[in-house]
């Protein structure tokens, strides 16, 4: 018998390699996630770090109603990449701050951490989700979480419109960011944001800062008296689809409805997974529970 030696599965071979990816603010168990293009990205990347920028999984606005199993399956698959060699950066955020009771705790791969710095290339880079730049989070939480059950709202109503647009051939519309353009107090609101995190970044020597949490997705050099930086934002995937990818000495922004998307399908809903709901419910449950204890 002729001994055929095994291949690399096509997926495999084709999957593009990056450096780092950097994704934040996807809002698993809400109803503007969009969990399955978030696993079609991650199905046709290859990275050596994966950077969870925070936000990933709404603990704020978790129910043990709606959380499907598009969105479990995201999990499993950043579960799966750590399995097979990748290294996970979980950086909390504001929505699911309840991890921060676990900061700087270490399992195989993934670690939980409030902040990173990692050396790029000669250059220092520096790490964290940004909503403790956010007044409005420091100073009115209560009123913070309301405003996010509005916006979750707001994507809901947004999703079915964009469903009639797309019917009919029309081009996608949002609402948040025609409210966020239209709005003086909300532009000043973004700049001032950017501009904080920068002259900080270059107060302390960082020549990247990167971050999430307003889902605004940007690259973009600052700059004041005492030197430069240049400041990134990964953006989300509630109404952006997008990513950071570090590769090459350089930054970009992966946009899924612009840039071009290996032939990755989406897992068949029905398909078994070793996760099930009941398990992400018992542990956030748990999480939920171990965070009121400590306070």
């Known amino acids: ?23 934040s603010d ?11 293009h978030l696993l ?8 050596k770090k994966l950077i969870l920028n925070g936000d990933i999984i709404d603990i704020w ?28 950066i979980y950086i909390t955020g504001n929505h699911d701050e309840m991890l921060r009771k676990f900061s700087d705790t270490t399992i195989g791969n993934i670690s939980i951490v409030d902040k990173a710095v990692l050396e790029l290339d000669g250059k220092k880079a520096w790490f964290f989700h940004g909503d403790v ?23 809901l109503m947004n999703r079915f419109v964009n ?11 949002s609402f948040s960011k025609k409210i966020k353009n239209s709005v003086k107090s909300a532009v000043k609101y973004i700049s001032d944001f950017e501009t904080i995190i920068s002259d900080l970044a270059i107060e302390n020597g960082y020549d990247y800062v990167v971050c999430g949490h307003i ?15 240049m400041y990134l934002n990964s953006g989300d995937w509630v ?5 950071l990818e570090y590769q090459f000495k350089r930054w970009k922004i992966y946009n899924y409805n612009k840039d071009k998307l290996l032939p990755f399908a989406v897992e068949d809903e029905d398909e078994a997974i070793d996760m099930e709901t009941k398990d992400l419910i018992a542990a956030i449950t748990i999480v939920e529970q171990y965070s009121k204890k400590a306070k």
Request: charged letters at 25%; glycine letters at 6%; a positive charge.
């Open 1 to 23: 018998m002729l001994f055929v030696p095994n291949k690399p599965t096509p997926e495999l071979e084709i999957r593009r390699k990056v450096e780092i990816a950097v994704i």
């Open 26 to 36: 996807v809002h698993l168990g809400t109803y503007g996630c969009h969990a399955k």
């Open 40 to 47: 079609n990205y991650l199905n046709s990347i290859a990275p």
């Open 61 to 88: 606005q978790f129910s043990k109603r709606y959380f499907p199993k598009s969105h479990l399956k995201v999990i499993k698959k950043i579960m799966t990449m750590a399995s097979n060699g990748v290294e996970i």
């Open 133 to 155: 730049f956010d007044i409005s989070i420091q100073n009115a939480k209560w009123l913070a979480k309301f405003g996010s059950y509005g916006y979750d709202l707001l994507i």
């Open 163 to 173: 469903w009639i647009l797309e019917k009919r051939g029309k081009e996608r519309y």
């Open 215 to 229: 889902h605004q997705p940007k690259v973009v050099y600052k700059e004041n008296r005492q030197g430069k930086t």
């Open 239 to 243: 109404e952006n689809f997008t990513a």
